[in-house]
């Protein structure tokens, strides 16, 4: 599959990202949680649209990613599906909805794709959350892995510093990394561990494997949308690079308007019926 093709909206496959990692193509990936924002992100060439649980801190203003529900997720999740057209779309499990228990973790996912109608389910965990994928996976739904730091396990590690520092972590993360591929994960997000470490498993996995400051080795990168366009400013982590300061730009514009309102600026003469 050419790049070419791709950028004139050929619909992006789990077999496109296949593809692409094969032949050493980058893989690109952000979230999104509402139509609007999906649609300007599948106009911009972006082969895989995340609804992350991201969007109980970005959306909900929550401190951690724990309180976002099933139901809250596929409001997200469908509103972005309406919106696109190319990408690949991707819709976090919530905490809560899979650990533990495999039958509970399959209807999570069969009420996810029954009712966003999105492409694929991503679950953060490794070997303790094989019995979920396995199952997930029999009914014949895509799951990406995610491993590395893991949000949901906030309340068991205590902080969101960078994971796998240490070798035993290390092996551990790479084991895990294996066991999703061998479960049939399409696909691995790697979270804030050593550039090296994610190196190492992008070269032992076939599947893409696709990084959040988790260094340049691997198939793709995945930002959070509203971090990459400045909408958060109070989140500066080392990996994040971002391409716009849009909340500077937001706040000009609505405190102009405001301005306008108050001056009798706005609306004019020709603003008006
Ligand atoms: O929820 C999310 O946005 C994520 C990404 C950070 C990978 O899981």
């Known amino acids: 599959m050419s790049v070419a093709k791709d950028s004139n909206n050929k619909k992006v496959t789990v077999h496109t990202l296949e593809n692409m990692a094969l032949k ?11 139509y609007s924002m999906a649609k300007l992100v599948d106009a911009s060439n972006i082969d895989v649209i995340l609804v992350g649980d991201s969007a109980a801190n970005v959306m909900a203003g929550y401190d ?37 228990n495999s039958k509970m973790a399959l209807q999570s996912a069969i009420r996810i794709m029954k009712e966003t109608s999105a492409n694929a389910i991503k679950l953060e965990g490794g070997q303790e959350v094989i019995e979920s994928i396995s199952r997930i996976l029999s009914a014949g739904i895509p799951v990406m892995g995610h491993i590395g730091l893991t949000p949901q396990s906030i309340n068991k590690f205590g902080t969101y510093a960078v994971r796998a520092t240490s070798h035993d972590e290390a092996e551990r993360v790479l084991e895990d990394a294996k066991a ?30 696709i990084g959040i400051g988790a260094g340049c080795h691997t198939d793709g990168q995945v930002l959070v949308l509203h971090d990459m366009l ?20 937001i706040r000009g514009a609505i405190r102009q308007y405001s301005a306008d309102v108050k001056s009798g600026n706005f609306p004019n003469e020709k603003e008006q019926y």
Do not use: W
């Not at 050493?24 to 509402?34: N, Q, V």
């Not at 529900?69 to 905490?95: G, K, Q, W």
């Not at 989140?235 to 300061?245: E, G």
């Open 230 to 249: 400045g909408i958060t400013q109070d989140f500066s982590p080392r990996y994040l690079r971002r391409y716009l300061s849009l909340g500077d730009e």
């Open 24 to 34: 050493g193509e980058k893989i690109s990936m952000i979230t999104a949680y509402d």
């Open 64 to 100: 951690t990613t724990l309180p976002i529900t099933l139901d809250e997720m596929i409001y997200h999740a469908a509103s972005v599906v309406r919106a696109v057209n190319r990408a690949l779309v991707v819709v976090d499990m919530p905490f809560g909805s899979y650990q533990g």
């Open 180 to 209: 999703l591929e061998k479960a049939g994960c399409f696909a691995l997000v790697l979270e804030k561990i050593p550039a090296e470490l994610a190196k190492r498993i992008a070269e032992e996995l076939t599947i893409p494997v």
